[in-house]
């Protein structure tokens, strides 16, 4: 079992940065894929960004924009968000797919004001 706790989120203006965090209970296998999942009012769950050992994946909307980093030993998985856009608002999750299982951490809010 796998528990996620995110932090970070807030309320900033366009053009402005956050980083999200996201820290796992127990440990983080290199063989964990790790990913940012987003939930804007009235819209499905949709991917962010992934991390595996050895590739990265970003939705188009954000590419060039955000970067997800992991450090296992720290348990951790961070997405640096820059050049905020209010289509950028939403609630951030954390996820965890260590097969055949998958885990969601609670969520953390993001507002970009405009």
């Known amino acids: 079992q796998v528990q996620l706790v995110e932090s970070g989120g807030g309320l900033v203006q366009a053009g402005g940065s956050l980083r999200l965090s996201c820290v796992a209970s127990g440990s983080i296998f290199s063989s964990d894929a790790m990913a940012w999942y987003r939930q804007a009012p009235g819209k499905q769950r949709d991917l962010v960004a992934s991390?595996?050992?050895?590739?990265?994946n970003y939705a188009d909307s954000v590419k060039g924009r955000f970067t997800i980093s992991r450090d296992n030993a720290k348990n951790t998985v961070w997405l640096q968000m820059n050049s905020l856009k209010p289509e950028d608002t939403a609630v951030y999750y954390c996820y965890v797919r260590r097969w055949p299982s998958n885990y969601w951490g609670q969520g953390t809010q993001v507002t970009v004001s405009s």
């Open positions: 991390i595996t050992s050895s590739h990265t």
